[in-house]
């Protein structure tokens, strides 16, 4: 249990390291998207022919991949499309409902029952991100930041399938196979909306293959091997330190400030997390595959790691 609660953790640092990768570059943010998924494909790719598993690969990706994929790409652009309508807080705020809006629906769609003390403790973590936000919240929205609205719930939406989708994914199909395709089909959906990319300079593709390694491949991998092993209600509750890394690293790398309030809620976050990981319970279809107990008309495959 603790190497997925590791992985989660992993994944929600990588992920943070998209916004510092972009203040270091200043690449275009449909750019920077792009690369992170295409260049995070060709990471796996490299990844997995060093280490001789390239026929992991091999297989047509199902619908849940694809699905994702778009899903993928869907909460990013809504996102860098929602901030462009209301504040970056009202954005973010959206977006991060989605860690335990899924570990809700979890309860009903996966079998992972929430007791009062998870409900109680998911909720703590909630209040720890609004700390990290100061609770600066514009909740009155004008007419002219509708579609921000909208955009940020488009977000939190897609968001949300992300996680449930690969937390339902069928035991067949690798954890490096759903990666790749995911990664892949997620940059195909970016092509669309990209213009004429100019040819990255030398000090630029260091940003580049950066994007493509940490928030690219070590992100989107280790969110897709934990959320398998990981009830949705722990893994939600450790994506907040994806936020909590931002916070650290703005203080840390750009001398911003860092008031008691934010660091009450990274505490209040961290705690959080690990009272849910005390208590995890792995959920009943992913105890069965643990005792070898393989459901009906599914094979599991060898596992990744």
């Not at 920077?32 to 280490?51: D, E, I, M, Q």
């Not at 593709?205 to 989107?220: E, H």
Request: hydrophobic share 55%.
């Amino acid at each position: 249990m603790s190497l997925y609660i590791f992985l989660a953790l992993v994944s929600a640092v990588a992920m943070a390291s998209s916004g510092i990768i972009a203040r270091f570059s200043g690449l275009p943010a449909a750019e920077l998207t792009f690369y992170r998924l295409a260049v995070g494909a060709l990471c796996l790719l490299v990844f997995v022919a060093c280490t001789g598993r390239i026929k992991t690969l091999k297989g047509k990706p199902d619908w849940r991949m694809a699905v994702n994929g778009v899903l993928l790409v869907g909460f990013m652009l809504t996102f860098l499309s929602a901030i462009e309508y209301i504040s970056l807080a009202n954005a973010i705020m959206l977006v991060y409902l989605a860690p335990p809006l899924s570990a809700f629906v979890a309860h009903w769609l996966l079998d992972e029952r929430l007791d009062l003390p998870d409900s109680s403790l998911i909720a703590l973590s909630f209040f720890g991100f609004a700390m990290l936000q100061q609770f600066k919240f514009d909740l009155v929205l004008h007419a002219e930041q509708f579609p921000g609205l909208v955009f940020g719930l488009m977000s939190l939406l897609a968001y949300s399938g992300f996680l449930l989708l690969n937390r339902r994914s069928l035991p067949a199909h690798s954890q490096l196979q759903r990666t790749f395709y995911q990664l892949v089909i997620g940059a195909c959906c970016m092509l669309p909306f990209l213009g004429a990319i100019p040819v990255p300079d030398q000090q630029t593709l260091i940003w580049v293959a950066l994007a493509g390694l940490f928030p690219g491949f070590m992100a989107i991998y280790c969110a897709i091997v934990a959320l398998q092993h990981l009830p949705t209600r722990v893994y939600a509750t450790l994506a907040y330190m994806e936020p909590v890394t931002v916070i650290i690293a703005g203080w840390w790398l750009f001398h911003e400030a860092l008031t008691l309030l934010q660091l009450a809620g990274v505490v209040l976050i961290m705690l959080t997390g690990l009272a849910l990981a005390l208590r995890h319970k792995p959920a009943r279809a992913v105890q069965q595959l643990l005792e070898g107990k393989t459901p009906p008309l599914i094979k599991t495959a060898d596992p990744d790691i």
